[in-house]
C-alpha cells in the first residue's frame, strides 16, 4: 500500500496512531514514513524519531538499511532513545541539557552507597549496631521509591501524610528512617552539586517539552512504541502530537474494545497503560487511527480478538460465554484465531528448555528463517542457550550474563571471601580451585601444591591463622592428610605450599578490623593481582584480559569512583565480602563472540518492537511472567494511593501489554513448566484464560507430547538395562598380598570396598572444612594415651591436660571444641589415671602404636598380615596384654564377632613375634576398652584371656585363611554388601558399585 505526504502529517492534530498488536511494528513505521515522507532523502534525515529502548533503535535502523537496498543510499532519520521509566539515559537532549546547565547525575552505584550509609547510621542510632548488608539492600529499596516519587514528580513531603490520622504508632518510627528520601538525601546531593538520576531525567524531558512548546521544530518528529507510563513522557508525547510535522504511534492500541470493557479496565490489564495516557491527554478511542501500512491479514485480526476476548477486565466477564461462543460461530473451532498458536506444558524445566530448542533447531532447517525467545526467567534463557550447543549453535542472551557469575566476577568473590576468613581452609580450596589462581608459581608447581593442600585440608578444620596452619602442617617435612595419615611431602611442595599460604598470611595478619571500602577494595584487589600471577610470564593470567577482564575493569573503576564519594562508610572485615557481592551484583557483562544471525534471546523489555517469523514466549507461569506485584518494604497500598504514586499492579499491565503484542504474532509458541524446582507451579493467569476461552470454543493448541516426545528421544537410550550386583573377578596378580587387621573387617562386610580401595587405588576424601568430631576425638586421646604410657609413672590428670594442649592443633581440635568436649577429656582422664595404673601393677607397657606383621598361616600363597597395636602390656610372667582403645564401636556384638577381629589378629602376630620389640609371646588377654562412655568410662567392650582368647585367635587365624584361600581362586568375586543381614547403611563406594540400582529390585534399603 502506498501512502501519501499528506496522510500522516496533514491529519488533524493531535495525530495519534497506532500499529496493531502481532505486526512487524519497525518495518510498519519505516515503511509508512518513507511513503509518507517522498522520494526526497533529505526529509527522511531531517526526520527525529524516539524510541523506548536502544535495541528498538538498532533495530530500525537496520530496518532503513535494509529497506533502501544493496544499491540505494539513503540519509536516516536521526534516532534516538526517548525512554520510559525504564531507560537508562536519555542521550537525546544534550542540548537541552546544555541550555539549562543542569548538574551532572550522581552514578546508580554512588546512590546505593551513599544511602546505605545513610541506612547504616540510622541502624546505629535504632539499633545500636550496624548491618551492613542489610543496609544496602534497603537502600536498593529506597532507591526504587525515590525514582518512582521523581518520576510521577511527587514531591517527597507528601509521604509525611501518607498515613491517616489514625495510623499505628510504628508508622512515626517508619517516618523518622524515611527521612533519609525526607532530608538527609536532597541536603546531600545539594552538597555534591549533583542530581538524582530520576530528577534529571524528568527536568530533561521537561525542558525539551518547554522548548519545542516555544518554538515548534518545523521537521518531522515521530515518537513511537512508547506507553507513556511517566507524566513527563505522556505530555511530551500529547506536544509531539500536535506539533506542525509531529506524531505518536503507540504500540498496540486495541481499537476494537467495546466501551463497557474499556470503562472497567483496571491495572492489570494489558490496555491500562494506553487507557491512562488517553485519559492524561484528554483522548478518547476514536482520536487514535490506525497506522497507514499493509493491511492486517484475517488472521492476524482473529488472534487479536482471540487475545483481547481472553484478557477481557476482569469486571467485564460476565459475558465472556456469550461473547466465547459468539466468536466460535464465526469461526469455528477458533481455527482461523490460533492458527499458528501453539502450546507446550513441560513437566520439568529442563524439559521445557529442551522442547523451546528443538523448536529453535527446527527453524533452522528453513533458510531464512528466524526465531526469538522472549522470557523474564534468566535461568530458563541459559538453559536454552547451553541446550543449543549440541547442534554448535550459539545463541546469545541478550540480557547479558551477571558479571558475578563470569570468571573474574567468582575469583574476586572468592579472593574477597578468603581474605576476610584467614585460616579458613573452605574458602582458600574454592579459591586454589580457580582457573585464575597461580599464586606466583608455575602452572605445573602450583598444581601440585594445589593437589597436596586439598589433600591436608580434609577433614576437621585446622587451627589457628594461615601462619600456624603452615608450620603445623609442615613440620618435620611431613604433610598430615585431614589428620588421618601422614605422607612424606616432596620438598619441591613443601616450599610451593609455604609459599601460598605465606601470601594468604601477608595478605590478612595486618587486615583491620574495620575499614572504608575503598580501603578493602585496593587490598582486595592488590591480592587478587598477586594471585593470578605466575612467575612464568608465558603462564600469566591477567586480570583485565579477554572480554571478562574489560567489562571488569569498566565495573570495578567505576565502583572505585563511586566508592571515593562514600569515604565516611566504614565496614566491618567479616562484613566486606558481602557488600562487595552486593555491589556488584547488578553489572552484568556482555559476549561480543558471534552469535546466530537468526535465533536471538531476549527480555520482554529488550522485544519490545521485535519481531521474528517465529516468536517462543516461554516461563509463563505466576511469579515470572507476570512476576509478583513488587512489595513496597516502606509505604501500603493505602499510603501509595493517598501519596499519587502508581498501585504496584500497573507493572503487571506493562508485563500484559508486552505479552498480547508478542501472541498476537502469526506464529507463536508458548511454553511453560508444571514443576519449578521441586514444587508444583501455577500457570500463567493469561495462559489460563486463553486455555478456557479454547475449551469452551472446542479449540486446541496444545503439542506438548510431540515437543517433549522428541526432548525425551535425544538423551533416552535405545535400551537400559539395570546394573546387576557387582562382583569383578580381577586377576591374581592384581589382588591384594597384604591386609592391615583394622581392613579384614571391611573385606568380610564389603568386598567391593577391597577392591575398590586395594585394586583401583581409590580412596575416600572427607569434606574440607569440617568439625571436630568423634573421629578426631579419638585420634587425639590416641597420641595423648601414647605419650602418658612412655612416662615413667602413671600420668595424673594434670599431666593429661598438658599433653592435650600440645596436640590439640595437630587434631584441629578449635578452643571451641575444648569447651565442648572438656566434660568427656576430664572424664575420660579420670578413667585413664585409674586404668593405667592398674596395668602398671601387672606389668609394662612394652608395643605403644606399634606396627607388626607376620605371614598368614594355612594360606597357599604368600600373604601378609599386618596391624598397628594401641597398647600391648608385658605382664610380670612374661605374657602379654593387647589393648585397643575405642571412642565407640558400630554395629551389635553378634557383628562385632562375626566381622571385626582385629585384637585376635593383632594377638596372632604378637605369638608369631611380629612385634620384633617383644619377640614371639603368649597372649594373656586381649581387650577392647572404651574410652568415652558417660554411664562408666574404661568399660570393657570385648574382654578374654587365657584359653578363650588362644582359642578366639585360633578361630580368627583359620577364617582368616579360608578368606585369604577363597579370594585366590580367580573365580571368586568381589561382590558389593553381600550379607543383607548385615549391611552397612552408608558405604564409601556404594555409588561405584551402583547399589541404588541393584537394591531397588530385592527389598533391601537402598539407602
Known sequence: MTVSKQTIFDTLSPRFFSISAGEPFLSELAHGLTSALGSDPLSLADTEIFLPTRRAGRALADVFAATAGENTAIFPPRIRTLGDIDAAELDALDDAASELTL????????????????????????????????????????????????????????????????????????????????????????????????????????????????????????????????PSVADLMGL????????????????????????????????????????????????????????????????????????????ATDDWRQLTLAAQARDPELKNSTHG?????????????????????????????????????????RRVAAKMKRWNVHVDDSSGAP????????????????????????????LLRHPNSLFGLAHDAYQSARDTLDRSFR????????????????????????????????????????SILTVMHEATHDLPDNATPTQFLTRHLTLATHIATSNTPDTDRPLWAGEDGEAGAKIIGDLLEDLAAANAMVLPQRDYPAAFAALVASS?????????????????????????????????????????????????????????????????????????????????????????????????????????????????????????????????????????????????????????????????????????????????????????????????????YEDAAKLEKTATTDDLHELLAQHRRAYRCQDADLTLWAPAFAASFEWFCAFDAERRRQGTPAILEGSGEIDAPGVAQPFKIRGRADRIDLDTDGGV????????????????????????????????????????????????????????????????????????IDDAAEKLAALINAFDDIACGYPSQPHPAFTDNYGDYDTLARRGEWNAGNGEDDT
Not at 284 to 305: C, F, L, V
Not at 481 to 495: I, N, P
Request: one cysteine or more.
Open 103 to 230: 548538574p551532572p547525575a550522581v552514578s546508580p552505584q554512588e546512590r546505593v552507597l551513599i544511602l546505605a550509609q545513610m541506612v547504616a547510621a540510622r541502624d546505629t542510632a535504632f539499633a545500636g549496631q550496624r548491618n551492613w548488608q542489610a543496609a544496602l539492600l534497603a537502600a536498593r529499596e529506597l532507591g526504587q521509591l525515590l525514582d518512582s516519587l521523581y518520576t510521577e514528580e511527587i514531591d517527597t513531603d507528601a509521604i509525611k501524610d501518607a498515613a491517616p490520622p489514625e495510623h499505628a504508632a510504628h508508622w512515626d518510627i517508619s517516618l523518622k528512617f524515611l527521612d533519609i528520601v525526607l532530608q538527609a538525601w536532597p541536603a546531600y546531593l545539594a552538597e555534591r552539586g549533583r542530581l538524582d538520576p530520576a530528577i534529571r531525567r524528568v527536568q530533561l524531558i521537561r525542558a525539551l517539552t518547554a522548548r519545542w512548546r516555544d518554538t515548534p521544530p518545523t521537521t518531522p518528529v515521530i515518537i513511537a512504541g512508547s506507553t507513556g507510563s511517566a
Open 240 to 315: 509531539v502530537a500536535s506539533l506542525p510535522k509531529g506524531a505518536v504511534i503507540l504500540p498496540g492500541f486495541d481499537k476494537t474494545m467495546d466501551p463497557r470493557a474499556w470503562a472497567r479496565i483496571d491495572d492489570p490489564h494489558p490496555q491500562a497503560g494506553l487507557k491512562a495516557l488517553l485519559t492524561r491527554l484528554n483522548l478518547k478511542q476514536d482520536d487514535i487511527k490506525p497506522w497507514p501500512g499493509h493491511p492486517s491479514t484475517n488472521a492476524s485480526t482473529a488472534r487479536r480478538d482471540l487475545l483481547s476476548l481472553a484478557l477481557r477486565p476482569a469486571e
Open 341 to 381: 498458536l501453539e502450546l507446550i506444558e513441560a513437566q520439568t524445566e529442563e524439559l521445557e528448555a529442551a522442547s523451546i530448542a528443538i523448536r529453535f533447531r527446527e527453524t533452522l532447517e528453513i533458510p531464512g528463517r528466524t526465531a526469538m525467545l522472549v522470557t523474564p526467567d534468566r535461568n530458563l534463557a
Open 403 to 430: 558479571f558475578a557469575a563470569s570468571r573474574l566476577g567468582v575469583f574476586l568473590n572468592l579472593v574477597a571471601e578468603a581474605m576476610c576468613a584467614p585460616g579458613d581452609t573452605v574458602k582458600l580450596l574454592a
Open 459 to 498: 577433614g576437621a578444620q585446622p587451627v589457628g591463622n594461615w601462619a600456624d596452619i603452615a608450620n603445623t602442617m609442615l613440620r618435620e617435612g611431613e604433610m598430615r592428610e585431614g589428620a588421618m595419615r601422614q605422607d612424606k611431602l616432596r620438598e619441591a611442595d613443601r616450599s610451593n605450599i609455604r
Open 588 to 784: 552484568v557483562t556482555r559476549r561480543r563472540s558471534a552469535a546466530h544471525p537468526r535465533l536471538s534471546i531476549l527480555g520482554p523489555l529488550e522485544a519490545r518492537l521485535q519481531h521474528a517469523d517465529h516468536i517462543i514466549l516461554a516461563g509463563l507461569n505466576d511469579g515470572v511472567w507476570p512476576g509478583d506485584p513488587p512489595t513496597d518494604p516502606f509505604l501500603s497500598r493505602a499510603m501509595r494511593a493517598n501519596v499519587g504514586l502508581p498501585s504496584p499492579e500497573r507493572r503487571t499491565g506493562l508485563a500484559a501489554h508486552d505479552f498480547a503484542q508478542l501472541a498476537a504474532s502469526p506464529s507463536v509458541l508458548l511454553t511453560r513448566s508444571k514443576r519449578s524446582g521441586d514444587s508444583p507451579s501455577i500457570p500463567s493467569r493469561w495462559l489460563v484464560r486463553l486455555k478456557n476461552i479454547l475449551t469452551t470454543a472446542q479449540g486446541n493448541i496444545d503439542v506438548t507430547a510431540k515437543y517433549t516426545n522428541w526432548a525425551r528421544q535425544l538423551d533416552t537410550p535405545d535400551k537400559v538395562e539395570p546394573s546387576a550386583r557387582p562382583a569383578p573377578r580381577p586377576p591374581l596378580d592384581a589382588r591384594p598380598r597384604k591386609m592391615s587387621v583394622t581392613r579384614i573387617e571391611k573385606w568380610l562386610r564389603d568386598p567391593y570396598s577391597v577392591f575398590a580401595r586395594d585394586i583401583l587405588k581409590l580412596y575416600k576424601a572427607d569434606d574440607p572444612g569440617g568439625t571436630f568430631s568423634l573421629r578426631e576425638l579419638g585420634q587425639l586421646l590416641h597420641a595423648i
Open 881 to 952: 596384654t593387647l589393648i585397643d582403645y575405642k571412642t565407640s564401636i558400630g554395629g551389635t556384638h553378634a557383628q562385632a564377632k562375626h566381622f571385626n577381629p582385629q585384637l585376635q589378629l593383632l594377638g596372632l602376630i604378637a605369638r608369631q613375634g611380629g612385634f620384633p620389640d617383644i619377640g614371639p609371646r603368649e597372649i594373656n588377654s586381649y581387650q577392647f576398652v572404651r574410652m568415652l562412655n558417660y554411664k562408666k568410662s574404661g568399660m570393657a567392650i570385648d574382654d578374654k584371656s587365657g584359653d578363650e582368647a588362644n582359642i578366639a
